[in-house]
């Protein structure tokens, strides 16, 4: 009987009709597909975030197609981190934080905290500086689109489902792609493209800064804090480990063609006009693009792609603070779960985080500049929290999900290299 296809009341089984078989297997594999894409999407969505976009984009308009090349290479950089952190927590079934108590003691916890405390911080503040911005540019005034954001954020955390939030925070990340389509009506050249891709003034300290910049945009330390505690407040195990690594693979890939258009769009339109370093707010961003895209479709593009990014960027780092803080003090954590007295220090944290960076940003004080010093900020703490995770690696994984041979080789040396590159650059920044 397990033999025979089940027929419905109406006809043949769907196996057995034209098409059938290969139908409901097409459906199935994207249902499956869809089902995984999760942590690691909603993650690399958020790597692109608001302060990302506006570092993009001050890249493609001060130095053209030039900051294309190293958006390209920072693809498998990006992917080989959060793909240890995917390996650690269906391993272990730990979170980021308690991994670094466990296994290097409490001093070396809250070491590994304060590093998550000031990136997630800094990002919150460019993502709410972001929607106050988006809402300015159409004549909404941030005492409105600020208070609304932060009790959006909040609201999320309150449903007692990961998985829920999870869904919410993709579907606000894939506003970011209308930068793809937008760089692609920007009609960029493709010689001057390709000049651009064999151009690397490494000898320029601009050059030099705004490429640190972009590492810091793209390697974030909230984001291997969030990664792992997605996958195990998702309860996923070694089973899983495949489909996740495609996850993955697909959200680094997304996010860094996101990165990329929005390099190409400004380095093909306002590049052109030479006031790229101004390039710092939403507002100018919008006004910068207006003569080649219209003043509608300016700001329809900028308040689209910068509010989806600002609030997936804030849903994920503000939950990486949470999940790393009680990780890291032994707090129970879970947004299964909703708030009661034994998760109140987690929600606590959750909450706090967004009202703060609510409050900064209301309090008008001035946010200019601080997005590209808080995306340099992030690559100068790469070197402790890259260095953490690849001691993670080698202590905490079993022998059979250690990274092994030339994989090993290339993993380390290019994080060494991104690390060396933070504290090369640490005495001419400061």
């Given at each position: 009987m397990s033999g025979t296809p089940i027929t419905r009341a109406g006809g043949a089984s769907p196996s057995a009709r034209p098409g059938g078989r290969g139908t409901s297997l097409r459906v199935r594999s994207a249902a499956i597909l869809a089902a995984t894409l999760g942590p690691g999407l909603v993650v690399m969505l958020a790597d692109s975030d608001a302060g990302s976009l506006i570092t993009a984009a001050k890249s493609g308009a001060v130095w053209g197609y030039a900051m294309v090349l190293p958006q390209i290479l920072l693809i498998p950089v990006l992917y080989a981190v959060q793909e240890i952190t995917v390996r650690l927590g269906v391993a272990t079934g730990e979170g980021h934080g308690a991994l670094i108590r466990r296994h290097f003691g409490p001093a070396v916890a809250l070491l590994s905290s304060l590093t998550l405390f000031l990136s997630a911080t800094g990002a919150l503040l460019s993502e709410f500086a972001a929607v106050a911005g988006v809402g300015e540019i159409f004549g909404v005034s941030r005492w409105v689109t600020v208070p609304l954001a932060t009790a959006f954020l909040v609201g999320i955390a309150m449903t007692g489902s990961y998985?829920?939030?999870?869904?919410?925070?993709?579907?606000?990340?894939?506003?970011?792609?209308?930068?793809?389509?937008?760089?692609?009506?920007?009609?960029?050249?493709?010689?001057?493209?390709?000049?651009?891709?064999?151009?690397?003034?490494?000898?320029?300290h601009s050059y030099l800064l705004l490429l640190t910049a972009n590492i810091g945009a793209v390697v974030m330390p909230w984001m291997i804090f969030y990664q792992q505690g997605a996958v195990v407040d998702r309860g996923l195990g070694e089973a899983d480990l495949g489909r996740e690594r495609r996850d993955t693979a697909i959200g680094a890939v997304l996010t860094q063609l996101v990165t990329i258009a929005t390099v190409i769009l400004f380095a093909a339109t306002v590049g052109r006009l030479g006031f790229g370093d101004r390039l710092d707010t939403v507002g100018r961003m919008s006004a910068a693009l207006q003569p080649f895209l219209g003043d509608l479709g300016a700001k329809a593009l900028l308040g689209l792609a910068m509010l989806g990014a600002a609030l997936v960027a804030a849903l994920v780092a503000s939950l990486a603070a949470a999940w790393g803080l009680s990780e890291v003090f032994g707090w129970r954590h879970s947004l299964n779960e909703r708030p009661d007295r034994a998760t109140a220090k987690f929600y606590t944290v959750y909450?706090?985080?967004?009202?703060?960076?609510?409050?900064?940003?209301?309090?008008?004080?001035?946010?200019?500049?601080?997005?590209?010093?808080?995306?340099?900020?992030?690559?100068?703490?790469?070197?402790?929290?890259?260095?953490?995770?690849?001691?993670?690696?080698?202590?905490?994984?079993?022998?059979?999900?250690?990274?092994?041979?030339?994989?090993?080789?290339?993993?380390?040396?290019?994080?060494?290299?991104?690390?060396?590159?933070?504290?090369?650059?640490?005495?001419?920044?400061?």
């Open positions: 998985k829920r939030a999870e869904r919410i925070g993709i579907a606000l990340g894939m506003a970011e792609l209308a930068f793809i389509p937008a760089m692609l009506m920007a009609h960029p050249g493709l010689s001057s493209l390709a000049r651009g891709l064999a151009s690397a003034p490494v000898t320029n909450w706090l985080a967004h009202i703060l960076g609510a409050v900064v940003v209301l309090s008008g004080i001035s946010l200019v500049q601080a997005v590209v010093e808080v995306e340099v900020m992030n690559a100068l703490l790469l070197p402790v929290v890259l260095g953490l995770l690849l001691l993670l690696e080698a202590r905490a994984l079993p022998a059979r999900l250690r990274i092994h041979g030339l994989h090993r080789a290339l993993v380390l040396g290019v994080s060494l290299l991104v690390m060396a590159f933070g504290l090369l650059l640490l005495p001419s920044i400061l």
